[in-house]
């Protein structure tokens, strides 16, 4: 995964000229359809283990509880050949290798007290600021998703042609000297009493784009965000290695499809009562309640 993520943010020639793309130049995309292929095979694995699994079940007539893969493959037992051509055991496979990498990021989503949590980030007015000012500084996905123009097209001064490629810098407009003051200082406090946000109407902050296709899982992502973000905070202090501090803490990017920190934070929880809560945590968090523990 690391590999596409790579092979996707490399500048590539043929965004720049388009009709050298058939030649691959840069070998960018041998390289991607190569680890797509290794992803796929690990994940194959998996699926040709729980298919092997379920056979010795079905024999001993010991099927035991069902999980989401069972659940797609009970469905491409069940159908008519036609569905069967359509969902493949390759298809099955694409999706459970998404399902399993987004699952790392939505396993935190599941609060203690979901509703309670929801509820109360309504009124934790720094959190909404601390997450959009990160949002603001480190754009998650900083050219948002390219765009194809329509027409021959005249945008400020610039003649665009149809069917031209176009980027949008967010990451860029986060840091506007012309639409924010101190634009790399992180500052959440810009947001306190101010009326700018993500939602689309404020073009300096398009983390998630905006106008017709911007992003559709805002109201997931914003709950994910702060749920998890907030969690964090509350149940456990956190500290920073002992050889770094807050000035020496390196806070670059490295910009990709989707942004990550150039130096991965290391970050040490503390709470006496560590063990107790990691065990509360992953069971409510990372368990559903059809597995047994
Ligand atoms: C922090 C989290 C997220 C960020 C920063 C983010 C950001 C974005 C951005 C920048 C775009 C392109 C918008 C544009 O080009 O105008 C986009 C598109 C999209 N996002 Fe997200 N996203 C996030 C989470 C999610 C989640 C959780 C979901 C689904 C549950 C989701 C579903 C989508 C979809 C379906 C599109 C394509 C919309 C379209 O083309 O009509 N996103 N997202």
Known sequence: MLGLMEWGRHPNISDLSPWL????????????????????????????????????EVAHLDMGRKDFLDVLLDHHEGTS???????????????????????????????????LEESSVESLTYLQAVVKETLRLHAPI?????????????????????????FVNAWAIGRDPECWENPNSFEP?????????????????????????MCAGVPLAQRVLHLVLGSLLHEFDWELESHVN?????????????????????????????????????KLLYIPDYIQV
């Open 21 to 56: 793309k058939r030649f691959d130049l840069q070998g960018l995309r041998k390289k991607m359809y190569r680890d797509m292929e290794k992803a796929l095979e690990i994940a194959t694995r998996w699926v040709e283990e729980r298919v092997e699994k379920r056979r010795r």
């Open 81 to 115: 050949k036609y569905e069967l051509e359509r969902m493949s055991q390759r298809n099955i496979t694409i999706f459970i290798l998404k399902m399993t990498r987004t699952k790392d990021e939505i396993a935190s989503v599941i609060g203690q007290d979901q509703k």
């Open 142 to 166: 900083p050219f948002l998703v390219p765009r194809k123009a329509g027409q021959d097209t005249n945008f400020m001064g610039y003649h665009i042609p149809k069917g031209t490629q176009l």
């Open 189 to 213: 406090e810009r947001f306190l009493g101010s009326k700018v946000d993500y939602k689309g109407h404020h073009f300096e902050l398009i983390s998630f784009g905006a106008g017709r296709r």
């Open 246 to 282: 807050a000035e020496t803490l390196d806070i670059n990017d490295k910009i990709g499809i989707v942004v990550r920190k150039l130096d991965p934070l290391k970050v040490i929880p503390k709470k006496s009562e560590l063990i107790l809560v990691i065990c509360k945590f992953i």
